[in-house]
């Protein structure tokens, strides 16, 4: 029987490789749906290749009527589409939608109690105090997350010491901080390790990235932030590692290919092969661990703090990166002024515990409005 998968996000970076991986193991593999944001070009040549039964898109973009009827697709869209795309008969939902886009499919998914496979960190942050009793059923993608996972395979979560999420250290792990101010949007998304989306690329460069993965692994594993640590390790071979209380550290190691974990999400709990170099150790000489620069790089401690202080503030945190960001990327603002506007949002916003998806929905508002305050204030 072919694993049937439903890819939400097709056309990201996640997506788009989740799809070679399904060109690579036609015969393990059927596509029964795919979504995106917006029609294009690119998801079009998707349908032509893969021929899901289902595409939604989101509302107010039409695909062309010409491609629905030749290829027999069920089009959904808006509200009512997304509960059905959400909560189809497959068996696995892939979900590589970037950033706070996701929280809806997320939470639908969820909710239909399907097996998801998720990248989407933003997502799994945003819901994590509604919702993270069913994580235990969620494989991660984001690769320091799929190692942890795979480290504690078969583990009790009482015999964990701690957690060690790696980070490569970006492209300024190198830079002095006084030039931080003139860095360009191009530079912040030349990765020195990964190819990734754009948002998780810039996140990246600020070290936001681990930060949220650091509440990412909090909800994902049921763990203390006590217990999960941060170290920098620029060559990107080590993804993650656990250490138990007997002082073994199980890790997880391969060069940088997001490939690798995807394809462990979809062929779990086998293994399958890709098609990557395997790992030369002689090549490689070095595996060098250093202690995270916090001055440097502050948003690795506004997010745990964030995370921390529990309640909505890492929704609030999430919301915030997300407009700073943007605003870099279209040049509003410069790169050192990433973390000035997050902190002060966080700051200025008093949010409650939330109960359901309404009030998350009212810690993004209102995260929205004040973020916008503080940019009048700061800029
Ligand atoms: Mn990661």
């Known amino acids: 029987m072919k694993k049937k998968i439903a890819v939400l996000g097709s056309t990201g970076s996640i997506g788009s490789q989740t ?7 036609r015969d393990k593999v059927e596509v029964k749906a795919l979504a995106s944001s917006k029609f294009s070009e690119k998801l079009k040549e998707q349908i032509e290749e893969f021929q899901p039964k289902y595409v939604y898109v989101h509302e107010y973009e039409t695909i062309p009527k010409e491609l629905i ?30 950033g706070i ?29 509604i919702e993270r009793n069913n994580y235990k059923h969620i494989i991660p993608i984001d690769s320091e997350h799929s190692a942890i996972f795979q480290a504690l395979k078969g583990e009790k979560t009482d015999s964990i010491r701690r957690v060690i999420l790696t980070a490569s250290g970006g492209p300024f792990l190198k830079l002095p901080k006084e030039k931080f101010k003139e860095v ?13 989306g754009k948002k998780i690329s810039i996140d990246s460069a600020t070290l936001m990235n681990k930060g949220l993965e650091v509440i990412e692994a909090h909800y994902l594993f049921s763990l203390p932030y006590e217990k999960i640590e941060v170290i920098i390790h620029p060559q990107s071979v080590v993804h993650g590692m656990v250490e138990f209380i007997d002082r073994t550290v199980i890790s997880n190691l391969s060069y940088p290919d997001m490939r690798i974990p995807i394809t462990y999400a979809i062929s779990y709990p086998e293994r399958w092969e890709t098609d990557g170099k395997f790992i030369d150790f002689p090549a490689i000489k070095n595996l ?49 002024r990433i973390p000035v506007l997050i902190e002060k949002t966080l700051e200025k916003v008093h949010v409650g515990q939330p109960k359901n998806l309404e009030d998350i929905m009212s810690v993004i508002e209102q ?11 700061v800029l």
């Open 367 to 377: 995260t929205e409005k004040i973020f916008k305050e503080v940019e009048k204030e």
């Open 288 to 336: 060098e661990f250093l202690e995270p620069d916090y001055d440097k790089f502050p948003l690795l401690r506004i997010a745990v703090e964030a995370g921390k202080r529990g309640g909505a503030y890492s929704i609030v945190l999430t919301v915030a990166d997300e407009l700073a960001v943007n605003r870099f990327l279209s040049k509003k603002i410069t790169f050192d």
């Open 69 to 98: 009827k030749k290829y027999n697709l069920i089009f959904l869209t808006g509200e009512e589409g997304l509960l059905h795309i959400t909560d189809l008969f497959v068996d696995l939902y892939v979900v590589g939608i970037s």
């Open 184 to 196: 360009t949007v191009e530079e912040a998304l030349n990765h020195p390790k990964w190819k990734m």
């Open 101 to 129: 886009a996701g929280i809806l499919p997320t939470y639908y998914i969820l909710k239909h109690k399907k097996n998801l496979a998720t990248a989407n960190k933003e997502a799994i942050i945003c819901l994590g105090e």
């Open 19 to 25: 799809l070679d991986i399904v060109r690579r193991y």
